[in-house]
């Protein structure tokens, strides 16, 4: 499958704007791995997850990454396939780039022995800043202000909902058209999941071609199921997308969250995100046309 977009920019961007520039790398599961340590740990595999609002530690690795934290307490965790308790430890060190970041909290999540990850840092841990994802030189470009290029991208309103961000999608089926807040979500690595609540809010089910199943497993243990159908056309941040794959959710859990963007969209487009006034700025890179 191809796609076929209205708009194409090529852009050459310059980092003279920025205080930090984070290489990171690119995973074959479309997710961004920083390097990072907590409490002096030995080096992590860190996911920058825009679908996240704290860091976590994956608790399968601490010993052997020789991470030292000591948990306080006992919280609900809530995710896309509902709710669990989870350890959670205050006040660490954590450090990304070449920065400390001090009196962290850290949320313990045990995932399978198969996941590459060592553990995430959510968007809040640039809360003040401007963040600029660079996949094509796959870099994080942490500023103060906005690039002067920012004019050529295209501007969207970021939407909070429950502590995450969210930008509006329009999906098209011939005439039919729905509009969706969608969560930009570079820890999950497919495109597009719709949640059961809004397929059936919007009555979507059973209105697209079905290419497959899909299954997913929440760190509870509760099991998702999905049909992998083919969208004809969506829209984001003014985009045009054409015969893209997603998920629509089949199955009901206990989460608020309507919709998500993953990583394997998202690295098409040169993102820059401004938390503070909640706007966030898109360009297509050259991944663009690249098959799902």
Do not use: C
């Not at 984070?22 to 961004?32: P, S, V």
């Not at 608790?59 to 934290?69: L, S």
């Not at 969706?180 to 009555?203: A, F, H, P, R």
Request: no cysteine; glycine share 8%; aromatic share 10%.
């Amino acid at each position: 499958m191809k796609q076929i977009l209205t708009l194409l920019f090529i852009l050459s961007i310059a980092i003279s704007n920025a205080q930090e520039v984070i290489a990171f790398e690119l995973g074959d599961d479309n997710r961004i791995y920083l390097k990072g340590l907590i409490n002096q740990s030995d080096t992590l595999n860190l996911v920058f997850d825009l679908g996240a609002n704290i860091t976590v530690i994956n608790k399968t690795k601490m010993e052997a990454k020789n991470v030292n934290i000591k948990f306080d307490t006992i919280v609900n965790n809530g995710g896309g396939n509902g709710t669990s308790k989870e350890s959670k430890s205050f006040n660490n060190l954590v450090k990304i780039g070449t920065k400390d970041y001090t009196g962290k909290d850290v949320l313990g999540i045990s995932y399978p022995e198969s996941e590459k990850l060592d553990g995430l840092i959510g968007w809040d841990f640039f809360e003040d800043k401007i963040v600029e994802i660079d996949f094509e030189s796959k870099e994080l470009l942490i500023s103060d202000k906005l690039p002067e290029y920012s004019d050529r991208f295209r501007k969207s309103k970021l939407k909070f909902i429950s502590g995450l961000p969210y930008i509006k999608m329009i999906l098209y089926n011939g005439k039919k058209k729905v509009k969706i807040w969608t969560m930009l979500d570079t820890g999950y690595n497919s495109t597009l999941k719709v949640y059961y609540n809004t397929v059936i809010k919007n009555k979507l089910a059973n209105e697209y071609q079905v290419i497959g199943k899909s299954t997913s497993f929440g760190t509870d243990g509760t099991v998702a199921k999905s049909d992998y159908i083919l969208i004809p056309r969506i829209d984001i941040g003014g985009f045009e997308i054409y015969n893209m794959p997603g998920d629509f959710a089949k199955t009901k859990v206990d989460s608020d969250i309507p919709a998500l963007f993953g990583g394997n969209l998202l690295k098409r487009f040169h993102i820059i995100l401004d938390f503070k006034n909640k706007e966030v700025y898109l360009m297509p890179n050259r991944k663009i046309n690249s098959e799902f």
